[in-house]
Antibody
């Protein structure tokens, strides 16, 4: 069955970096894009961008350029979200989600809580 | 960028009620719209795609309609499991979520 399994919660100090993983299984990884979504505490869903798992080409939403990097390791069917120079307001749950053309996000990871605090 | 506006932000209803949530796009998005349900501490789950297509496994009490700039999600008879937050999402140009509608027990 299709699964997206994300790495565990992270506690980081301001200025540090974090790398969140999203491991896919149960389907052909390169056939579906991976999107990243941020949800700050008590807030709504915010689209961060997506990565084409066939070409590796990332697309970043406004507000998520510079410190945010999407990458892949296709040998292990895994997508990554790296955030550098962390700030307190980066504290959020980050979700990966599979996207199928014209179908929306049909499978989601369980979410990874990143807490930025000194 | 396309903006998505949901109304109401909060909705109080009782089991058995029929409820409707509205989502408006800042420009026409044809039928490139999805609806998601999110329960506290959980990832969202897809309910409706292409504005009115029911995702596999989703109960038939959920339905979606609309095209262009105005869309609705209707739950025909609320069940206890339906109290959650609902989001619309356009995927006509990149992706944008609405701000969410929290469905509470009256």
């Amino acid at each position: 069955q299709v699964q997206l399994v994300q790495s565990g919660s992270e506690l980081k100090e301001p200025g540090a970096s974090v790398k969140v993983s999203c491991k896919a299984s149960g389907y052909s990884f390169s056939n579906y894009g991976i999107n990243w979504v941020r949800q700050a505490p008590g807030q709504g869903l915010e689209w961060m961008g997506w990565i084409n798992t066939d070409t590796g080409n990332p697309t970043y939403a406004q507000g998520f350029t510079g410190r945010f990097v999407f990458s892949l390791d296709t040998s292990v069917s895994t997508a990554y979200l790296q955030i550098t120079s962390l700030k307190a307001d980066d504290t959020a749950v980050f979700y990966c989600a599979r996207v199928e053309f014209d179908h929306g996000y049909d499978f989601w990871g369980q979410g990874t809580l990143v807490t930025v605090s000194s | 960028d396309i903006q998505m506006t949901q109304s109401p932000s909060t909705l109080s209803a009782s089991v058995g009620d029929r409820v409707t949530i509205t989502c408006r796009a800042s420009q026409s998005i044809s039928t490139w719209l999805a609806w998601y349900q999110q329960k506290p501490g959980k990832a969202p789950s897809l309910l409706i795609y292409k504005a009115s297509a029911l995702e596999s496994g989703v109960p038939s009490r959920f339905s979606g309609s609309g095209s262009g700039t105005e869309f609705t999600l209707t739950i025909s008879s609320l069940q206890p499991d339906d109290f959650a937050t609902y989001y619309c999402q356009q995927y006509y140009t990149q992706y944008t979520f609405g701000q969410g509608t929290k469905l509470e027990i009256k």
